[in-house]
């Protein structure tokens, strides 16, 4: 088929733009070329058509029209509308992005059949300068405080409680029976036996807690109290209550002396406390490095972000929420179980991360491109080499990686990110930044 013939206001000033990324051709098909390539491909299922009371290959082409005429011709037409909206946008060197939406046009022609395809571009991308930007590089050395503040969390996921004969404290886990009423009646939820919690840890309202703190066992105590106006039972947000308590039981906490049963419980099987904290030391700064590290690069991901404004295709927004809904999906019913697997996801709640993910996205395409930024073999394997240092047979986590290339590529991903991370840093003006232990490791706000 000559497609160079379909093609009608293909030179670049009739693209027509609709917004900032739109573009609008007009393409047409030869209705010669569309019937010869219809009549050859009826003729090649003649060859092969199997019907009733005909030998394979003579039954007669008005039938064979007749039951597959329609099959040929939308399949010749489809064909012949890729051509030439290839042909087309690589002549005007558009660089398509997602699909183009083609329809037929209402006016009539006797010679060709005509369409109007819209599509999107991407964005051509001038990179921003960050000469003037301000990074601040979080910075923290492992040393003994952070140890010992490490040794405590890891203590404290392993305490005990023992009964004791005084007044619950914050840090005590109490046993108790309550029984709520609003106006005087009681109502769903409000009622239990054999309750236990920590004061302090935030299972119950804050009121709740500090009205049984103070309480020995057997001791009972009604109180007032009202439930925040965000509270997510709206029957209760807001309103008025009465507690009766009773205290049955107090226990303090009792951490787990740092001896050769407490390495074993790390997985250290010979108990030798010295092998323990080797182990925990060598985590630790793994888990600091990772953390800085990536606090550094959400904001260099951010200043690319300001620095280099550009519009976004919609295809490519809608194609990545997609994908973000299917890992929602997927993460939701790991995490229950396949009980959410039909959870009515909504595709607004993800747009702001998509264009984000796709914005960025470009722009770190074109900052490798230009900056010859791109992944190297040794710099995938020292990632890789490092994230097994974290199991017990790293070498097994090492064949896995590169038992698979999608797997090897996710790694690729994460050197160009930092490659382009340390070029920002070249660029940039840094601020080392002293950071808080305790904070950066999620444990205070």
């Known amino acids: 088929m000559e497609t160079n013939a379909a093609i009608t206001n293909a030179e670049p000033e009739a693209t027509q733009r609709t917004n900032a990324l739109e573009r609008r051709l007009d393409l047409a098909v030869p209705i010669a070329d ?8 009826l003729r090649r299922i003649s060859k092969n058509v199997k019907m009733p009371g005909f030998r394979p290959g003579k039954v007669p082409a008005t039938i ?13 037409l489809n064909d012949a509308l890729e051509r030439v909206f290839g042909e087309t946008v690589n002549t005007q060197q558009l660089r398509v992005a997602g699909h183009p939406s083609i329809e037929p046009k209402t006016s009539e022609s006797s010679t060709h059949i005509e369409f109007s395809a819209v599509f999107e571009v991407y964005p051509e991308i001038k990179l921003g300068d960050l000469k003037d930007v301000n990074i601040e590089r979080p910075a923290l050395a492992v040393g003994a405080a952070e140890m010992e503040s490490t040794l405590t969390a890891l203590r404290k996921q392993r305490v ?12 005590d886990r109490v046993t108790v029976d309550f029984l709520g009423k609003k106006d005087g009646e009681p109502f769903q939820g409000g009622q239990a036996s054999d309750y236990h919690f920590v004061i302090g840890e935030g299972t119950m309202l804050a009121d709740f807690e500090s009205a049984v703190a103070g309480l020995r066992a057997g001791e009972e105590k009604s109180f007032e109290m009202t439930f925040p106006a965000d509270y997510s039972a709206k029957d209760l947000a807001g309103q008025k209550v009465t507690f009766s308590v009773t205290v049955k039981e107090v226990r303090e906490p009792v951490l787990p002396e740092i001896d050769a049963d407490f390495a074993k419980s790390l997985g250290v099987e010979n108990g030798d406390i010295d092998q323990m904290t080797a182990e925990i030391e060598a985590n630790l700064k793994r888990e600091v490095k990772k953390r800085l590290h990536g606090r550094i690069k959400d904001q260099v991901m951010d200043a690319l972000l300001k620095a280099n404004p550009i519009d976004v295709p919609n295809a490519l927004v809608d ?8 890992a929602a999906r997927q993460d939701m019913e790991q995490r229950t179980g396949g009980k959410m697997k039909d959870f009515p996801l909504q595709p607004e709640w993800f747009v702001d991360q998509a264009r984000r993910r796709v914005s960025l996205g470009l722009i770190l395409s074109e900052i490798v ?10 710099q995938v394997k020292a990632i890789v080499d490092e994230a097994a240092q974290s199991y017990e047979h790293p070498e097994e986590v090492v064949r896995w990686y590169y038992a698979q290339p999608q797997r090897l590529a996710e790694i690729e991903g994460v050197a160009i990110e930092d490659n382009v991370v340390a070029w920002a840093l070249t660029h940039a003006r840094v601020i080392d930044q002293p950071v808080d232990f305790d904070q950066l490791m999620g444990q205070k706000s």
């Open 34 to 41: 569309l019937d010869r390539e219809i009549e050859q491909r």
């Open 160 to 171: 005990s409680f023992e009964p004791v004969d005084r007044p619950a404290a914050p840090g």
């Open 64 to 76: 064979v029209k007749q039951q597959y005429g329609e099959q040929a011709r939308h399949e010749a």
């Open 319 to 326: 194609m990545e929420i997609q994908r973000l809904m299917q």
């Open 369 to 378: 491109k230009v900056n010859e930024l791109h992944a190297k073999s040794d």
